[in-house]
């Protein structure tokens, strides 16, 4: 099933401490493997993050990341 720019998304939003990430050199990835500071109370703050990304995990374009980490959720 071919999911729409919405559906990825629309998952995307669903999901808690995942990130979309980019290496500079044309691929990306959706971790969530990682750590960062926690945020204390609900308005938008800065945080600290860090990644632990394995190279079987990396994407040519940002859907594709979003649609493997959708079939690894699974």
């Not at 990835?29 to 960062?36: K, P, Y």
């Not at 990644?51 to 649609?67: G, L, M, P, T, V």
């Amino acid at each position: 099933m071919k999911l729409s720019d919405t559906d990825l998304i629309n998952w995307l939003e669903k999901q808690f401490g995942i990130a979309v990430v980019s290496d500079d050199n044309g691929h990306w990835a959706c971790v969530g493997d990682g750590f960062q500071t926690s945020p204390m109370g609900k308005q938008p703050q800065d945080i600290q993050t860090t990644f632990w990304i394995e190279k079987k995990q990396w994407r040519n374009s940002i859907r594709a990341s979003i649609r493997a980490a959708m079939k690894e959720a699974k």
